[in-house]
């Protein structure tokens, strides 16, 4: 079983950025692929990133494309979100989630194991 504990959420104004981190516990971190999920209030959780095994390839939601970057440190059993140019509507809990693939799929449901979130808000 793998256990994940994001970080670095925050309040902060539209333009900012926030650094987002989840570190994994249990073996074999490099094992698998890993995505970074939002969730908004009234509304379902939708995926935001995705990163493979290697860190080699990844994949971004449309909204977020050219803003956010996703990277890991297998080493750290860490990935990472780095955030930029914040918008409001990116304000929602933040999730990652492993997943024993080659690549992380976008669909929420294919995971099984979730941290608890960490809250980002952005002011306009």
Do not use: H
Not at 21 to 27: D, T, Y
Not at 79 to 104: G, R
């Amino acid at each position: 079983q793998v256990q994940l504990v994001e970080s670095g959420g925050g309040l902060v104004q539209a333009g900012g950025s926030l650094r987002l981190s989840c570190a994994a516990s249990g073996r074999s971190f490099s094992s698998y692929a890993m995505g970074w999920f939002r969730q908004a209030p009234g509304k379902e959780r939708e995926f935001v990133a995705a990163i493979s095994r290697t860190g080699g390839t990844t994949d971004y939601t449309d909204s977020v494309k050219g803003r956010f970057t996703i990277s890991r440190d297998n080493a750290k059993n860490t990935v990472y979100l780095q955030m930029n140019s914040l918008k409001p509507e990116d304000t929602a809990v933040y999730y990652c989630a492993p997943s024993p693939t080659i690549m992380a799929p976008r669909e929420a449901q294919r995971y099984t194991y979730w941290g608890q979130g960490t809250q980002v808000t952005v002011s306009s």
